[in-house]
């Protein structure tokens, strides 16, 4: 077994140490590692944005970073996204909206509006459409995700 | 007929009860399972489309550190010449071995041969490359044409195609054929003074699910095994792996992870049997993802298919026959949907001179596996762009043409049933009345099209149980997977009866030790038949807190009403109480209640559906862009509105990928060449713009509440609605899907 390499990151803001393996990825760090499973794998090369996290404010597809590139950096899972007593206005609009059928994208999905409206609080839906085309989902045509993002955007 | 009356929760849109669960990461889907000392598998699978398999040494990856079990189909107890009764129809117990670790041939590229168990699953990865298996290569057939040519290779060497009852002396390809006839259709053609016959060929396609396929097997030294999964039905999984290892269903436990898409893909087991053989072999709990590449080539696609249609129709815009032959690859053993496709491909009209022959052929790719509707898409994008072609020939508006010809109640299909009240008149006069429709269409290399579908839903068996909680909650017991919000679709449902608000029903999923048998999530049957158990349950808790009232009051049973959430004496005693107070009162008047409802319904009544789209073409490229969807669908009454739409919004979007650009491509050697989500390319929403669902009520006479399935029926319409907008828009009728920017710039001449 390859040699494991202490690492020292943030996650959702509280200061996190684990060994990984050099080959091992962001995703499989979180999934196995540190049992952050809200991040998932769909495709494990990028093409479909169900394991996107925030990493030091830039969203990334946590299969394509390696976890020991974390080390002394910030990253933002979904698990840290709502507060104790109530949840994020992205999540609310998912809710409200019926954004989700099967559920699978839908942390990537949350993750990749929240660094979306980070950075643009007021998209218009092609900007929501060309942010989120890194996302793939099955389920919902899309429509329902469009709307979700634009009213959270709205409700800020 | 149900009267279309007021509910006052079947028709809201309540936040579904596992929402928070899934936009919080806190969902456990299969993947998610963890356990202690759990071990990891991976699969070993065929290089070749086609190939004898000589010899598997697995000496090399049983020595590499780490690995802690091999497993081939050595493994699997001898199959013999069982049939396998799954509920759905009987099926050759080898073919479903066979194909989930290769015996004596590999029949597709992907297809498995061996499995590693490991400590990490990169040792498992290393260890399947260390796994020495010889091959006899052979020439693979990945053509349903081609296959069927008597001098095609053969896949198996005793498949001799069965005809209309009777079996074929040699062996073939051709695994079965079947024929439907309604009235007489030559003097049907004789009448018509139009004939249009077309041929059409459609690829291969994938369901696509995001979520990869995956299995945990625990086996406990009593012999009972547990396997944890994702999976569109718990029941069906523990039936299919009790076959496969030919093991009692009551030693087998199957728990419902939550599940990432299906569209019934995840029907069939593939690793579950494979996980389960990992965990006899180490002791160990064993879980076994498949990775995307996996998925595309080993799991079912639905098949491709070459298809003729022939119409005609008098001048008057009368259909007086109908003539179509569907040839369908099954891939690697018999059972392709081309039943379903024949069911369905003529089922929005009412013609009295039909025939249809029907084909299953077995090929070199993927065991095909049901994908919403299965056979129905094929099938409807021949006949949907033949009566568009009729209807212009003509000079007939196509929703004219539809309505002239429409099927309703009383009206034959060709293959037997006789159709119940149905809402295919009323989808067409829906599209038909849509601003969209009557909105104007003129510029250059615009187009608009539409189509009809028709999908027939089924019933088939769910249970249901319902705890009441002193607080006036209920508890409510399912073995339905939830695969797009159904937890709440069936909740409402009980809710309703209860008088209760939807937010009172706690919904859980539970295994198969918990909860009465539960067909699968699949054939758009569980807001029905699921909902209508869910209704029984709650009419059975009714019943008892109806006796519990009479109990409290001293009077008969039949002197106490329910309404409104109260129930009240009659006759005498003006008493009162509410659903909520009277369930704190169940200990002092008998104890707890606990209601249940078991269904096997026979009426799920078909659905229909008919779209309108409009593309632009770019005539450089070959590209078309999709500027305005709408999907108008019958849901005899939509119990959630908004997961509906979403059912009808992603059916809809399913199929405009499936029409432009959606396809396995194979080289010559049978390898699939585009086995990735970048290379397969679904639609993302940057193709799309919004999809207007527009739901159309015409209550189904088979279900309480009028409901019909709906998650179906909506991926039948878009491939001949986008292909007669393409013909719309630049004059050039396009019969082969995908309509990708390359087959668009051949058929206009251009390359």
């Known amino acids: ?156 | 007929m149900l009267e279309n009356k007021e509910y006052k929760v079947i028709g809201t849109r309540p936040i579904r009860h596992d929402g928070v669960d899934k936009v919080t990461g806190r969902a456990l889907y299969g993947a998610d399972f963890q356990a202690a000392g759990l071990l990891h598998g991976r699969v070993l699978r065929s290089p070749h489309a086609h190939a004898r398999i000589i010899s598997i040494d697995t000496s090399r990856a049983e020595a590499l550190p780490g690995v802690k079990g091999v497993v081939t189909a050595k493994d699997l107890p001898d199959p013999g010449d069982k049939i396998a009764d799954l509920g759905e129809g009987a099926v050759n117990l080898k073919y479903l071995c066979d194909n989930i670790l290769a015996s004596d041939k590999a029949l597709y590229k992907g297809h498995a041969v061996a499995a590693v168990a490991a400590t990490n699953p990169h040792i498992a990865e290393e260890a399947c490359t260390l796994i020495d298996v010889e091959y006899e290569v052979l020439p693979p057939v990945l053509e349903v044409r081609q296959a069927m040519e008597p001098d095609a290779p053969l896949l198996h060497d005793h498949i001799r195609t069965t005809s209309l009852g009777e079996t074929a002396d040699e062996p073939s390809n051709v695994a079965s054929h079947i024929q439907h006839k309604l009235g007489d259709p030559e003097k049907g053609f004789a009448e018509a003074d139009v004939i249009i016959e077309r041929e059409f060929v459609t690829g291969t396609v994938h369901q696509g699910y995001i979520e990869p396929h995956n299995a945990t097997a625990h086996y406990n030294q009593d012999g009972q095994l547990t396997i944890w999964c994702s999976t569109q039905g718990a029941f069906t999984v523990r039936e299919q792996v009790a076959e496969i290892l030919q093991y009692p269903i009551s030693k087998i436990k199957v728990v419902p992870m939550e599940i990432g898409g299906g569209f019934g893909g995840k029907i069939s087991v593939y690793i579950k049997p494979v996980a389960a053989l990992l965990a006899k072999k180490t002791g160990k709990p064993v879980k076994v993802l498949m990775n995307r590449a996996d998925v595309f080539e080993g799991t079912g696609p639905t098949p491709a298919s070459f298809i003729r249609v022939k119409m005609g129709a008098t001048n008057e815009g009368k259909i007086t026959a109908a003539e179509a032959y569907l040839a369908f690859e099954a891939g690697a053993y018999p059972g392709s949907p081309v039943g379903p496709g024949a069911m369905c491909i003529f089922a929005p009209y009412n013609i009295e001179n039909v025939i249809i022959d029907g084909y299953d052929v077995v090929v070199n790719k993927p065991k095909t596996a049901p994908y919403r509707a299965p056979g129905a898409p094929n099938a409807a994008f021949g006949s949907e762009t033949v009566v568009d072609e009729i209807a212009e020939k003509l000079g007939i508006d196509p929703l004219e043409i539809r309505l002239l010809n429409a099927a309703k109640a009383g009206d034959r299909r060709a293959d037997g049933p006789v159709h119940p009240r149905i809402g295919c008149i009323e989808t067409v006069e829906a599209a038909k009345a849509h601003p969209h429709y009557t909105a104007p269409n003129g510029k250059k290399h615009h187009g608009r099209g539409v189509a009809s579908g028709y999908w027939f839903n089924i019933g088939l068996e769910s249970s249901v149980t319902i705890n009441v909680n002193a607080d006036g909650t209920i508890n409510l017991i399912e073995g339905s997977t939830d695969i797009g919000g159904t937890r709440a679709s069936i909740a409402m449902q009980a809710a309703e009866v209860l008088g209760i608000s939807a937010e009172s029903v706690n919904p859980s999923v539970v295994d198969t030790e918990s909860v009465g048998y539960t067909a699968v999530t699949g054939g758009s049957r569980t807001t029905y038949a699921t909902g209508y158990a869910a209704y029984e349950a709650a009419q059975d808790v009714k019943r008892q807190m109806i006796a519990r009232a009479a109990k409290l009051w001293e009077v008969d049973e039949a002197n106490v009403q329910f309404a409104d959430g109260e129930f009240s004496s009659i006759n005498g005693k003006e008493e009162q109480i509410s659903f909520r107070d009277l369930c704190g009162r169940l200990g002092e008047t008998g104890g707890p209640i606990v209601g249940s409802g078991t269904v096997n319904p026979g009426g799920a009544g078909g659905a229909y559906a008919t779209h309108v789209v409009d593309v632009a073409v770019d005539e450089e490229t070959g590209k078309v862009d999709i500027l305005r969807y709408t999907a108008v669908q019958d849901a005899g009454k939509a119990i959630h509105p908004s997961y509906v739409e979403g059912q009808i919004q992603g059916g809809a979007v399913q199929g405009i990928g499936w029409a432009l650009n959606e396809e396995y491509i194979y080289n010559a050697e049978g390898e699939m060449t585009n086995a990735s989500f970048l290379d397969y390319r679904m639609p993302t929403c940057l193709d799309l713009p919004m999809i207007d669902a527009v739901i159309v009520e015409v209550p189904n006479p088979g279900h309480p509440y009028g409901v019909r399935g709906v998650g179906e029926v909506p991926i039948v319409p878009p491939m001949a609605a986008i292909a007669n907008a393409i013909y719309d828009a630049i004059g050039v009728r396009m019969t082969e899907l995908p309509m990708s920017p390359d087959r668009l710039l051949k058929a206009m001449g251009k390359i």
Not at chain 1, 14 to 32: A, G, H, I, K, N
Not at chain 1, 69 to 75: D, H, P, R
């Open chain 1, 1 to 156: 077994m390859a040699r494991r390499s202490h690492v020292q990151t943030t996650i959702n803001g509280e200061t996190v140490e684990f060994l990984c393996e050099p080959r091992q990825s962001l995703l499989e760090v979180l999934r196995d590692e540190l049992h952050l499973t809200g991040a998932k794998e769909g495709c494990n090369n990028g093409n479909c944005g169900a394991c996107s996290v925030i990493l030091d404010g830039r969203l990334v597809n946590s299969c394509l970073v390696l976890g020991v590139e974390t080390e002394g950096k910030s990253v933002e899972t979904i698990e840290g996204l709502a507060e104790p007593d109530k949840l994020h206005p992205i999540q609310d609009a998912f809710l409200e909206n019926a954004a989700l059928q099967c559920g699978i994208c839908t942390p990537g999905f949350i993750m990749s509006a929240k660094a979306l409206l980070d950075q643009n609080p007021n998209p218009t839906e092609h900007e929501v459409r060309y942010w989120l085309a890194g996302n793939l989902c099955r389920c919902t045509g899309y429509d329902k995700i469009v709307r979700a993002v634009l009213d959270a955007a709205a409700a800020k």
